[in-house]
């Protein structure tokens, strides 16, 4: 978890998770796309975007490898 590879690895999965949160909310608003609430958009992004990192530390500390994966199939480098 103190390595730079690690932080990498969570920081991609945390911003995909964001980016997948934010389209999450503006397709739920399906009838009328640009009248979404933008800071609402903001916050089930953001609100992705720590879910995913505690996810990534918490299963590094699970994990007998170093990594943000909980089944250690993915080789940091």
């Given at each position: 978890?103190?390595?730079r590879?690690f932080w990498s690895?969570?920081?991609?999965?945390?911003i995909?998770t964001?980016?997948?949160?934010?389209?999450?909310?503006?397709g739920a608003d399906?009838?009328?796309?640009?009248a979404?609430?933008?800071?609402?958009?903001?916050g089930?992004?953001?609100?992705?975007?720590?879910l995913?990192?505690?996810?990534s530390?918490?299963?590094?500390?699970?994990?007998?490898?170093?990594g943000p994966?909980?089944?250690?199939s993915e080789?940091?480098?």
């Open positions: 978890m103190f390595t590879a690895a969570a920081l991609e999965r945390a995909k964001a980016a997948q949160s934010a389209v999450l909310v503006i399906q009838f009328d796309a640009l979404v609430s933008w800071p609402e958009v903001g089930f992004a953001l609100g992705g975007f720590v995913s990192v505690l996810t530390v918490g299963s590094d500390a699970i994990s007998s490898k170093d994966s909980l089944t250690n080789h940091l480098g």
